[in-house]
């Protein structure tokens, strides 16, 4: 470990270095492994609040080979058994508050309670965990988005879609291993992974919100200043009500030491950005972020430029080791300032949704002997080689950057016995 004093994790007066966070996973990585016979290609679930455990179980569940699958506590109990029954997982890890959640039937495991009872009873014996097969193909996370269909669609992703992903990332200087960066993501929402495993990864240093931080705006502005946070990513509409937040109460001191603000899984305009600028230090970046989930995270960054003159803000340009195609109705190359499909491929290529191919084989297309996956997003290409959004070719929306399937919440509305037949549309941007 080439740090192993350096602050990993932070949340308020809790806080975990790198040799202490890889302690306590390393005794629930044991602990599945001897005592619920967790294998490499299990999907293991995870429903906990925001927390020092959050972070220890998900880098446990990696650890012994398994996917990790975050659960929010903010969905219907329902829900997260549907989910859960989806994955086919054998085991649920939770804290005190969630296990009334799921069935009976369901294996829920306490996080805090197995770490309290091996720390005292145990021995660690890491030679079992060295013998843990994980290649690069391994799937680390499955991720759930809408489904057309009603049933949400399990996205899988390897450990060499999230290593590569994190490379180019690194490569563009969003983010570098002497940052500061808070996690603001729901874990329903892939992004999280970026600042929850992708910060611990590079060598940063992570600060974590208490349940529902995030919403709490003189909390989150406290936590800015106190713990000069470098880094921040959260969707527009939450960092407008934060920037509005500060610039009210006069408290811009909480986003004087931001280097790299990002934004994404919503689409930011003019607006937005002449107040988040106006607010920030002339050394922070702005940039806009686009990328679904089944391309792992992001794959589009645009740094953005006030000073030139721009009535819309782009989604700007792919990653490293990324490349697209934009086409027609016909599957024809559109030209420039034309609308069209886009259709990307490169190193964040998802393997598949799980256990069910033939959605898989709906999403992607080889051209050339080489595997695109269709997003579904209509965009345009600027003679800068820019990237513009300009809305979806099906009945897909994003709400506080979770795709939502309209189909979905027609098909749940259909199961009321007093609905015979119904039909969900969006308005305007009023669904944001």
Known sequence: MKHPQKLAVELDEQSLTYAELLHYVQVLSLHLMNNYHIKPGDIVCQCVERSLLMVIGVLSI???GSAYCPLS?????QRLQALVNQTQSRLVLVHASAPAAFDPDNLTVNIDCIIRLEERFSEINLNELSDVPVTPESVVFVIFTSGSTGIPKAVQLRHRNFTEFMHSFVNIDVVTKSDTIIQMARCSFDNHLL???????IGSTLVMLRPEGNMDLEYLAGVLDQKQITVMHAVPSLLNSLFEFLRINKRTSAVKYLRSLCSGGEAVNVKQVNLFQNLVGKQCRIRNHYGPAEIT????CYLIDLSKSQTSISIGQLLPNYRCLILDEFSQCVCIGHEGELLVSGVGMFAGYFDRDDLTAK????INGQMYYKTGD???IDNNGLLHYRGRKDHQIKLHGQRIELGEIERCLLNITSISACVVMKWNDDYL
């Not at 506590?73 to 109990?77: A, F, I, M, V």
């Not at 600042?195 to 990864?201: C, D, F, M, P, Q």
């Not at 999403?363 to 080889?366: D, G, V």
């Open 62 to 64: 990696s650890m012994v």
């Open 73 to 77: 506590l903010r969905d219907p109990p």
């Open 378 to 380: 209509l965009v345009t």
């Open 363 to 366: 999403a992607m297309i080889n």
């Open 297 to 300: 995270i992001n794959c589009a």
């Open 195 to 201: 600042s929850l495993v992708g910060t611990l990864v």
